[in-house]
């Protein structure tokens, strides 16, 4: 049995992708060969923080100006309160010596850890490989994603 | 070590309903068996669309008359607006030529997946058979779902 | 390969509490080892109903106001409606003779799961342990997880 660990990363929320960058470090800290597959709302956390709205026509524009994505404007899951609740969690992080999303991403892909950006939520929301992260290791679909999980025991979805 | 694969489906929501059929297409398009696990709000996409309100007596009424269920009454997880970010959602998977939730069932379906519907649910809820598709193959609970889960390896919680 | 279960537990909506005990029941039912890990918002499923607002400095204090704790607190991931939805639900689930979640915890304890509350969480959120129930065997971090995650293969993220 295989020491693969994979995350599916559907979520785009703040506090989720904590927790799976959380989760993917310690499993590359034990060794296990970690794959983070992020996918809908989770393509937001590895999207640039500094590119131009996306996709083409004004329906992609409207979605990727709502959904502009980048680790930087992720919303909080509960409590988010226009961004105050977001202020004040990020705040309570540095206190406790806790990295922002954005170093948590760095650490990760230091340890070793891929990403994978999936290809079929790219093309329903006009993404393009030019809109995320060079951190990106892989543009694939779920069959890709099956040939890790299937390697591994420790298989999330959040 | 089993080549099962087991999706709990546990949220109704439009996107991570095409989440889980899209996993449980790739699975069993690679051979896996598949058994997707409906529970809870998930219970909601394998619900008739054209089935009268469900329940016995007023609360029960009144949860299936807010929670209506059906493939094609979906909300979004996030951005649903009224209904609004859902039909532009639909039209960008129009674009791309990605099949609407629907048609993800019964690709499923015709794949060989599984469907069960969790007893436990339908009881707090006033869910009868009648109420579901005719794609439902099982009405059972956790010792059923765990019995899958402990044969295989990719086991999800959506 | 192992006998063992893990359910993080991130959520902490009532909803998915009871989908995560029920889980860990049946599995503890079927003489599988199950390990709940609460982490995040789910850490107020295991806090004490009647613990005084916990934290030092205004932040933490005014995060734990929000973000009380105690499993009589939890809200519905959907249709909490102010709590409407919330007690509407509790009625339906008496007369389904399905036990609240305070019950849930007590019979997943008494069949052996055990309790791990996340201490990356707590430190954030400024909790200690006398914030929580005497109920939780461990405050541990990613590691302890780890450390059994990978040694069964029916690990979930709820």
């Known amino acids: 049995m295989g020491n693969k660990m994979t995350v599916i990363v559907f979520s785009g929320d703040m506090d989720k992708a904590m927790a799976a960058f959380n989760l993917a470090i310690g499993g590359a800290s034990m060794g296990l060969e970690v794959t983070m597959f992020f996918t809908f709302w989770g393509l937001n956390i590895i999207r640039k923080n500094s590119a131009p709205v996306a996709g083409k026509g004004w329906l992609q524009k409207m979605l990727n100006r709502l959904n ?3 680790s930087q404007r992720l919303p909080l899951s ?3 309160m226009l961004g105050l609740g977001k202020w004040a969690l990020g705040q309570l992080m540095r206190q406790a010596k806790f990295p922002p999303v954005e170093e948590l991403l760095s650490m990760a892909k230091g340890l070793g850890v891929k990403f ?3 290809t079929t939520s790219m093309g329903i929301m006009g993404l393009t490989k030019e809109d995320f992260l060079p951190d990106v290791d892989n543009f694939a679909g779920v069959a890709t994603y099956l040939g890790d999980a299937t390697q591994g025991q420790v298989n999330l979805f959040i």
């Open 116 to 118: 994978v950006a999936c």
């Open 68 to 70: 502009r994505g980048g």
């Open 78 to 80: 509960r409590f988010h």
